[in-house]
C-alpha cells in the first residue's frame, strides 16, 4: 500500500512562510498530476495547487501568486512553498494524486498550518 507523509506544517505569523513537503513511499512518475489540498474546520477538503507530469502547474485562485508548487520524482517528493500567509490560510494540509484514484488507497495524516498573531 502506498503511504504519503506529510510535514513541514506549524504556526506562523501573518506574512510568514512555510514549505510543506510529502513523501509517497513509491514512485510517483507515472501519475500525472499531484496535488496539495487543504481542509479547515468545518469546510470541505479543497484543491490547493497541482502539477504534472507535464510541467502544468495550476492554483486556486485564492493562493494564486503566494504558493509554488513542484515535484521531485526522483525522490518521490511534492513540495508546497507557502508565501505571505494569511489567517484563512490555517488548515490541515494533504497532498494526493489530482484526481484522486486507487494509486494512493488512503490519505495521509496532513500537516497542520496555522496563521495567526
Known amino acids: 500500500q502506498v503511504q504519503l507523509v506529510e510535514s513541514g506544517g506549524g504556526l506562523v505569523q501573518p506574512g510568514g512562510s512555510l514549505r510543506l513537503s510529502c513523501a509517497a513511499s513509491?514512485?510517483?512518475?507515472?501519475?500525472?498530476?499531484m496535488g496539495w489540498y487543504r481542509q479547515a474546520p468545518g469546510k470541505e477538503r479543497e484543491l490547493v495547487a497541482r502539477?504534472?507530469?507535464?510541467?502544468?502547474?495550476w492554483y486556486a485562485d485564492f493562493v494564486k501568486g503566494r504558493f509554488t508548487i513542484s515535484r521531485d520524482n526522483v525522490k518521490n517528493t511534492v513540495y508546497l512553498q507557502m508565501n505571505s500567509l494569511k489567517p484563512e490560510d490555517t488548515a490541515v494540509y494533504y497532498c494526493n494524486s489530482v484526481p484522486t484514484g486507487p494509486y494512493f488507497a488512503s490519505w495521509g495524516q496532513g500537516t497542520q498550518v496555522t496563521v495567526s498573531s
Open positions: 513509491k514512485s510517483i512518475v507515472s501519475i500525472n498530476a
Open positions: 502539477a504534472s507530469n507535464f510541467r502544468s502547474l
